[in-house]
């Protein structure tokens, strides 16, 4: 495996589930991000990790949760979502946060719905 | 509040050349990148300026005007391959990224 991978590609789920998604990156990268992307609207910072730390949380609601074990896994746990979460969830990861000259390699998404 | 506006959609030519703006207001400035998204693939990263001026890579090029607060990427020899959406984010004060909402290019041929 190559670059940044997330699994699954889809998930369906319903509002009482609980699920989580999972993101690895063999890039040797310190930093891990969660984004959210909605149809025409700007990408959503979430969650950010560097050294395996939460730096940031962009006042996420509390039925995300994430989860870093270590610099190369990075997972968010899904539980009582609401239907507007649907969305596609996407993970990068760069060589550290908090630094202009290392740009952010990005996965393929985790395509949400919550019926 | 911090803003990136860009165009919603352009539609362009396959062969001929598609200039993409970016106009920003954001708290403090550390660079400016851009990103291409293919329909249902991860964003990829193309580009990256700080300092005032134009980059060249290939056949695509980036500029930016950091007192106009603005930038535009800069596609040549369009190709069919080229249809995807532009992302534009600028890293503020906080070294975050501050993403525009991006611009879907349509190439005909």
């Known amino acids: 495996e190559t670059g940044v991978t997330q699994t699954p590609r889809h998930l369906v789920m319903g509002m009482t589930n609980k699920k989580s998604l999972k993101c690895e990156q063999h890039?040797?990268?310190?930093?891990m991000y969660w984004y959210k992307q909605s149809a025409k609207k700007p990408l959503e910072l979430m969650f950010v990790y560097n050294f395996k730390e939460q730096t940031e949380n962009n006042s996420v609601p509390s039925r995300f949760s994430p989860e870093c074990p270590n610099s190369s896994h990075l997972f968010l746990h899904l539980h009582t979502l609401q239907p507007e979460d649907s969305a596609l969830y996407l993970c990068?990861?760069?060589?550290?946060?908090?630094?202009?000259?290392?740009?952010?390699?990005f996965g393929p998404g985790t395509r949400l719905t919550v019926t | 509040g911090q803003n990136i506006d860009q165009p919603t959609e352009m539609t362009a030519t396959e062969g001929a050349i598609v200039q993409i703006n970016c106009t920003y207001q954001t708290s403090g400035f550390n660079g400016l990148f851009w990103y291409q998204q293919h329909a249902g693939e991860a964003p990829t990263f193309l580009s990256y300026?700080?300092l005032d001026g134009l980059e060249e890579k290939g056949r695509f090029s980036s500029f930016l005007s950091r007192s106009k607060g603005y930038s535009y990427l800069l596609l040549k020899e369009l190709q069919m391959k080229d249809s995807a959406s532009y992302l534009c984010?600028?890293?503020?004060?906080?070294?975050?990224?501050?993403w525009g909402a991006g611009t879907k290019l349509i190439i005909k041929p």
């Open positions: 990068a990861s760069s060589q550290r946060a908090g630094d202009s000259s290392y740009e952010q390699y």
């Open positions: 300026n700080v």
């Open positions: 890039l040797g990268h310190n930093a």
């Open positions: 984010a600028v890293m503020d004060s906080n070294y975050q990224l501050i």
